[in-house]
């Protein structure tokens, strides 16, 4: 990926315990979002962070933003069979435009155990 | 609520062949993205329009078109393909509320090619 590296590429949990994920990215950025998306699916959104933001909360899920070092969290607690999926950092770029494209990092591929 | 329809949700063409991909966005969107996403990859960005004016381009190759058309609906048009077109491609739309794109995209379920 050109912006956005994850860590780690893959993660196995027991269902219950939390799942962390990382993303670092390279360049400004007008927010950064977190994307899921289960095996040969759609994308689904989950959450935006702005980047004046630091943390920021949606039930089950937690991410945090590190502007100065350029890199982003979601933490996932209380994990589910269900939550089993790829994540995706994806970051949106300081342009006034209208249209902002978001560039993906390379994802992290969650499996939670049963 | 109605989302991004894409169609067809699967595509097998030869080498040299074309294809034509369509997205329906989510009504009153008025923006569409469209992304690639190779086996294991993450989607990358090819091509964008606002208002039916391309907005920004990517790493759409010059073998690749696209446009939006009057009622929104967009099109990918892929000509002489190649084997390393196979992939998913993903529409996604957006909506401007007061000139700012309000962040999120709403994806389709994307169009799977495969190039034999």
């Known amino acids: 990926s050109q912006q956005g590296e994850e860590d780690p590429q893959a993660l196995s949990i027991q269902e219950g315990e939390n799942a962390t994920m990382n993303c670092s990215y390279k360049?400004?950025?007008?927010?950064l979002q977190w994307y899921r998306q289960n095996s040969g699916r759609g994308l689904v959104h989950l959450i935006l962070?702005?980047?004046?933001?630091r943390e920021k909360h949606s039930g089950r899920l937690r991410v945090t933003l590190d502007t100065s070092k350029k890199s982003s969290s979601l933490l996932i607690t209380a994990s589910r069979a269900a939550d089993t999926a790829s994540y995706f950092c994806a970051t949106a770029p300081p342009s006034s435009g209208s249209a902002r494209q978001l560039t993906f990092g390379s994802g992290t591929q969650l499996t939670v155990l049963p | 609520a109605a989302g991004v329809i894409q169609s067809p949700r699967h595509l097998i063409k030869e080498k040299r062949e074309t294809a034509t991909l369509k997205c329906y966005p989510i009504p009153r969107h008025d923006t569409v993205y469209w992304y690639q996403q190779g086996p294991g990859q993450d989607p990358q960005f090819l091509i964008s329009?606002?208002?039916?004016?391309?907005?920004d381009k990517g790493s759409i190759p010059d073998r690749f078109s696209a446009q939006q058309f009057s009622d929104y609906h967009s099109e990918l048009n892929m000509s002489s393909l190649e084997l390393g077109d196979s992939a998913l491609y993903f529409c996604a739309s957006s909506s401007t509320l007061a000139g700012k794109n309000t962040g999120e995209l709403f994806f389709g379920e994307g169009s799977r090619l495969t190039v034999l």
């Open positions: 329009f606002y208002e039916k004016m391309q907005s």
């Open positions: 962070i702005r980047s004046n933001e």
């Open positions: 360049t400004s950025i007008n927010n």
